[in-house]
């Protein structure tokens, strides 16, 4: 019996690693839960991130992180003092796994209504995306309670979110703003807010893609409708896109907040659009090196 279990240890060969598996504990450290600006607190893990807006009618809550970021979340909530069934309202930046694999325990432990991009909508219900490296992780299927669509606005106890659909990254990418009133944020001037979504390429195969034909002008189209967007707070759905510790770092009381710089957006988007240009011209030259002829 021992020598049966032996060879066929060796047939299979070396273990390989669960898909994203260092990824994953890199995102979901430890974070400890903070107050971000007005009425935005900070929820998520070090390296996933999830919001929670805080309003007359009760809380809206970005993303829901990995499987394994939703119990954090859930005692991040109450330890700044909320409640799970304050959560009125479930909202969803796009259906990677890394930022929708723990909505649907998310749903049901608070009771909220969830909101998500029509596009991506399938992706959600099924709990699998059919395209890009996220294909090889299915999460738990979520129910949609309404499909959001593009210029749409959530509005919630004097909130009001608006959703700009940037596909490319997914197929309903969706980016949310909030303009925060001058009394909230204790400023001299309304603040836009700016949930981004996401333009990085991750992995996603930008020519010859079945599944998602038009992703490389679907991302073009997404550049340029974000360079066109403003932003004073830029806040992303992963800790290291927008600075999360270093921002962290020079909390100081009395000082001016770190999250305010209406000049990140443009910083980012330059930096991901030289990014972009970069991979595709590689996949594009990858393509052609393969369709040419051996002499």
């Known amino acids: 019996m021992k020598r049966f279990l032996l060879a066929a240890l060796l047939l299979a060969g070396p273990a390989r690693a669960a898909p994203f598996s260092a990824e994953r504990l890199e995102w979901n450290r430890p974070q400890k839960p903070f107050h971000v600006i007005g009425n935005i607190y900070y929820v998520g893990m070090a390296g996933v991130s999830a919001f929670l807006i805080k309003t007359q009618a009760g809380l809206i809550l970005t993303d829901g992180g990995l499987p394994e970021s939703a119990p954090f979340i859930e005692q991040h909530i109450k330890a700044l003092g909320f409640k799970l069934s304050g959560v009125k309202i479930l909202l969803n930046s796009h259906a990677h796994f890394d930022h929708s694999g723990g909505l649907a325990r998310l749903k049901k432990d608070t009771g909220a209504r969830f909101h998500a991009s029509a596009q991506d909508r399938p992706f959600l219900e099924s709990g699998h995306i059919t395209f890009g ?13 309404h499909a959001v669509h593009d210029g749409e606005s959530i509005s919630l106890g004097g909130v009001t979110l608006t959703a700009h659909i940037t596909p490319g990254h997914t197929r309903g990418c969706t980016t949310w703003t909030y303009d925060m009133p001058a009394a909230v944020a204790g400023s001299r001037r309304p603040l836009r807010v700016m949930f981004f979504c996401s333009i990085s390429v991750a992995g996603n195969p930008l020519v010859n893609n079945a599944a998602y034909p038009d992703i490389a002008g679907d991302y073009k189209r997404s550049f340029a409708r974000l360079d066109r967007m403003q932003a004073d ?61 051996e002499l």
Request: net charge positive; charged share 30%; glycine share 6%.
């Open 133 to 145: 490296p996220s294909s090889k992780i299915d999460t738990a299927p979520v129910h949609v309670d």
């Open 233 to 293: 707070i830029f806040l992303a759905p992963h800790g290291d896109q927008f600075g999360l510790a270093a921002k962290l770092a020079r909390v100081k009381p009395g000082a001016p907040s770190p999250f305010i710089d209406p000049g990140e957006l443009r910083r980012f988007l330059a930096k991901a659009k030289t990014d972009y240009d970069a991979e595709l011209a590689r996949q594009m030259a990858a393509r052609d090196h393969k369709k040419a002829p």
